[in-house]
């Protein structure tokens, strides 16, 4: 190996009874240890000064000063009286020069036994190699923690996906793109909060454990709460509660938090996922486009550093004014039927026959528009997208428009042909919202399991009075994907659900 070379596991990967004799040695490693009186668990903390980043960016400022890192033993190279290794920390790796006149035969002696995973702390003076790596010469080395199991060679491919998810921490250590994808996560998360916190908006949180699952059209999780014996759901959806506080004059609030939805497993569904909704009093579902645009283009040009970003290949432009469509128009544009001249349930219901979209013998117009929606124009929404003017059939928590009472005033957001938001014009009519629910149970006593049950207490709360209202709720984990290039909801989900292995 080449002093430069960062090799992620130095050891083989091995299994049966070469694995259980591997393992057998690293516990007596650690047994030898504790009967020294050097036991490595009962190290409580160690002085760092410098991560490995620190140190390459600042070379010329550290050389021939005294540093100290901590990490993970990825590799080492025993070469007689001196070695090489390479030591991992959260900002990369830095590789390290081990001589025995430099730290004394006992500790050099020691290192040679240390294994590939083990914890370790190096003194030094840094120093750039013959062959100009940027190097570490140790003068003190400390075992922190023994690792008693094997890192595997090769932790990535497709023949290992399901074991990285389920050994994410592993996942983390030997797969540095990994690590990098979950800190660029939580740095989108910190700068939209950056960004709404700018704008004058309160972050709050509200239950996570619920009787009226409500908000979304979703089926919830459920349970029971022993000491009330009472059924709870887990919430769908945060829409409800926060809602409650714009009544009670909170004007600008927002969350950021695990919602739980009883449906399958796909690339971008995981029955936990993180949902941000936030609501403004006093706006509509046109400033919730014009926050939108703007809070993409910040955080994307803050995390990235550019405007530009690329997916699977495809080039999306958030620099550019983001494209506006209604859904009848991108239904005509991508299946060539025009809503606006059906004028019936049974007219819509003979275009779907027609083709081939399936339907429920209780949709409506608006329900079978939405059908043809997601059946012909959702994929041709690459660039950022503003699809408006929904049918009420779909929308019960939305403002009619004042001109058009068949639709509502909501858009939702798309790139890549994702869904990746969904805001209305908050319906603040105490009536109509009863009327809304009243159709819903309707739906719910047909067989609809996730229509919304009536919420008395959001109803009390709209009969208090909330005033105009815009209202949003953004897909985080799809945003995080795009930004990070991540083919799956699980790779931007630090423990996704998963199957048990029996």
């Not at 025009?338 to 949709?363: N, T």
């Not at 105490?430 to 609809?448: M, N, S, V, W």
């Not at 105009?468 to 984990?477: F, L, Q, R, S």
Request: net charge negative; proline share 4%.
């Amino acid at each position: 190996m080449a002093e430069n070379t960062v090799n992620p596991v130095a050891e083989e990967e091995l299994s049966g009874e070469k694995l259980n004799e591997v393992l057998r040695i690293r516990r007596e490693k650690l047994d030898a240890l504790v009967a020294a009186g050097k036991d490595p668990f009962k190290i409580t903390k160690y002085d760092r000064t410098h991560h490995s980043s620190d140190i390459r960016e600042n070379f010329e400022k550290l050389e021939g000063k005294e540093v100290s890192v901590a990490g993970r033993l990825m590799s080492k190279r025993i070469m007689g009286k001196a070695s090489f290794c390479n030591v991992q920390d959260l900002k990369g790796n830095i590789q390290c020069y081990v001589a025995r006149d430099a730290v004394g035969e006992e500790e050099y002696a020691a290192f040679k036994k240390l294994d590939i995973g083990d914890i370790v702390g190096i003194k030094g003076t840094v120093f750039k190699t013959k062959t100009g790596e940027i190097s570490i010469h140790a003068t003190d080395l400390v075992l922190l923690s023994k690792s008693l199991q094997v890192l595997p060679e090769k932790f990535h491919g497709l023949t290992n996906t399901d074991l990285r998810y389920r050994q994410r921490y592993v996942d983390l250590i030997v797969n540095p793109e990994v690590r990098d994808t979950f800190i660029k996560r939580s740095r989108i998360i910190s700068t939209i909060r950056q960004y709404l916190d700018s704008l004058g908006f309160m972050e709050v949180e509200t239950p996570m454990l619920v009787s009226n699952a409500g908000g979304a059209a979703a089926r919830p999780f459920e349970t029971h709460f022993n000491a009330l014996d009472e059924d709870l759901k887990l919430r769908i959806s945060l829409e409800l509660y926060l809602k409650r506080l714009i009544v009670g004059g909170l004007e600008k609030v927002y969350e950021i938090g695990r919602v739980f939805r009883n449906e399958g497993l796909d690339t971008r569904h995981n029955p936990e996922f993180t949902l941000m909704e936030l609501y403004q009093a006093y706006t509509d579902f046109n400033g919730m486009m014009e926050l939108t645009e703007n809070m993409y283009r910040y955080v994307a040009q803050k995390v990235l550093g550019t405007t530009k970003i690329v997916y699977n290949g495809v080039e999306m432009d958030l620099g550019k004014p983001f494209e506006r469509i209604t859904m009848t128009e991108a239904v005509k544009k991508y299946s060539g039927v025009d809503f606006g001249e059906i004028h019936s349930d049974e007219e819509a219901k003979a275009v779907a026959k027609a083709h081939d979209i399936a339907f429920e013998e209780r949709h409506k117009k608006g329900d079978i528009l939405n059908l043809f929606f997601e059946e012909y124009a959702e994929e041709h929404l690459i660039q950022p997208t503003f699809v408006t003017e929904h049918p009420i059939e779909i929308s019960p928590l939305t403002k009619k428009k004042p001109d058009d009472p068949e639709h509502v005033e909501r858009f939702e957001f798309f790139m890549n042909g994702w869904e990746m938001a969904n805001a209305y014009s908050e319906l603040n009519d105490p009536i109509d919202q009863r009327e809304r629910f009243k159709a819903q149970e309707e739906l719910l006593a047909k067989g609809d399991e996730e229509a919304n049950r009536t919420d008395e207490d959001f109803m009390n709360a709209l009969e208090i009075g909330m005033p105009p209202t815009g209202g949003i709720g953004y897909g985080i984990d799809r945003m995080c994907m795009l930004l990070t290039d991540s083919a799956a909801i699980r790779d931007v989900l630090l423990f996704p659900t998963m199957k048990p292995l029996d």
